[in-house]
């Protein structure tokens, strides 16, 4: 009887404290404690740490637009993430995303394809940019002036939820659906790629202000 009771004591602290890092095909992109996964591209100077939890960023005087890039790409998924942003920045969550290299053209290291705005309300958060392809918004609700809506809650932690299969992109915001995109264009440019972080860039004379993102998790379509 000992030995049995040792034997199962011996397989439970083998397994019993073994981290379970997904759940019915969702994978933690961020553990919490590190920025292990990711990596900074090439251009922009913005600031990202490990603060309370969080992956936190925050803009530097007169920096361009910075990205927190994940090693790894990613084509069909579904994404979820909780975003803090200060409510006079400007920020965004690219998916299927790059550097450029020579073969793009000029602005090598740049990193670009589909961005999910991040802004406070009232403003275009959820909607999908094509951070510099050269095509400004692919959504089409934001090409009016005039248009702009409040599923935002400012100052405060917000949900955000992705989901990306082929060129079909759709996304919520505390659970109300903002956008249903199918672009061929970009999913011809861009079927598959990294998720990345941004700081947007800010004039000089600005800031300082951040952001900050937490419970960053995927599930692979």
């Not at 409040?150 to 903002?178: C, D, F, L, S």
Request: hydrophobic residues 35%.
């Amino acid at each position: 009887m000992k030995k049995q009771f040792f034997a199962v004591l011996s397989l439970c602290t083998l397994f019993c404290a073994t981290p379970v890092f997904a759940q019915d095909g969702w994978v933690n992109l961020f553990d919490g404690k590190t920025l292990h996964g990711w990596k900074r591209a090439a251009l922009g100077v913005a600031e990202y740490e490990v603060k309370d939890g969080t992956i936190y960023g925050k803009t530097v005087e007169g920096s361009q637009n910075t990205f927190l890039a994940s090693g790894k790409e990613y084509g069909n998924f579904e994404l979820e993430f909780e975003v803090k942003v200060h409510d006079s920045l400007n920020s965004g969550v690219q998916i299927r995303s790059r550097e450029k290299t020579a073969e793009d053209g000029k602005d090598v290291g740049r990193f670009f394809g589909p961005q999910v705005e991040i802004e406070a309300s009232p403003g275009q958060a959820g909607y999908v940019y094509g951070e510099a392809t050269g095509l400004g918004w692919l959504s089409e609700a934001p090409k009016d002036n005039s248009h702009s809506h409040k599923h935002m809650k400012n100052g405060e932690w917000n949900t955000y939820r992705i989901v990306a299969q082929g060129p079909r992109i759709q996304t919520w915001i505390n659970g109300q659906k903002v956008e249903d995109l199918t672009h061929e264009g970009i999913y011809k440019t861009h079927p598959k790629g990294k998720i990345g972080l941004q700081v947007h860039g800010i004039k000089k004379g600005t800031g300082p202000f951040d952001v900050a993102w937490k419970n960053i998790r995927i599930k692979e379509l």
